[in-house]
């Protein structure tokens, strides 16, 4: 039996983790604690921001299930390499502008880091969602996406 730890795998298990812990987080509270926070990063109109504060923890929080789970694994990490994508790009313009936001929103009320703090997470978060999509045969290992090929 080999027991040699596959990183991939906890690679996965951890980025999953990040996104149903933050989905999860968002969806326990009323959505318009997300939504004034949303509103604090200023580029989306009101509309949008309400579609927003609603749509994006269930997006989370179901990408951090299929990561966990490695079900519909190269669509689940492309979902997270978007997400994170969307997320610098947004922290970005906030720090460009000089927003004075005391936080960033990610985790609801859980937890609080500062933009900068933030943009690296999310920055290393992309780096290693990319590699997990490059090596999807390793990061593979232990999902329902296994166990279904052999039907």
Do not use: H
Not at 84 to 110: H, K, N, P, W
Not at 129 to 145: C, E, N, P, V, Y
């Amino acid at each position: 039996m080999d027991r040699r730890v596959n990183i991939f795998v906890i690679l996965r298990l951890v980025v999953g983790a990040v996104f149903l812990v933050s989905g999860f987080e968002k969806l326990m509270g009323p959505y318009q604690n997300f939504l004034y926070v949303i509103e604090g990063y200023d580029i989306f109109p009101m509309g949008q921001a309400e579609w927003i504060a609603r749509i994006l923890p269930w997006m989370e929080f179901l990408t951090g299930i299929f990561l966990v789970t490695g079900l519909w694994l190269t669509q689940s990490l492309g979902s997270a390499l978007v997400l994170f994508g969307l997320f610098m790009a947004v922290v970005a313009q906030a720090l460009i502008r000089g927003l004075d936001l005391s936080d960033c929103g990610c985790f609801g009320e859980l937890l609080s880091f500062p933009l900068p703090v933030v943009f690296l997470m999310d920055s290393i978060f992309l780096v290693v969602t990319a590699m997990l999509l490059q090596k999807k045969k390793m990061t593979g290992s232990f999902s329902l996406d296994r166990y279904f090929e052999k039907f």
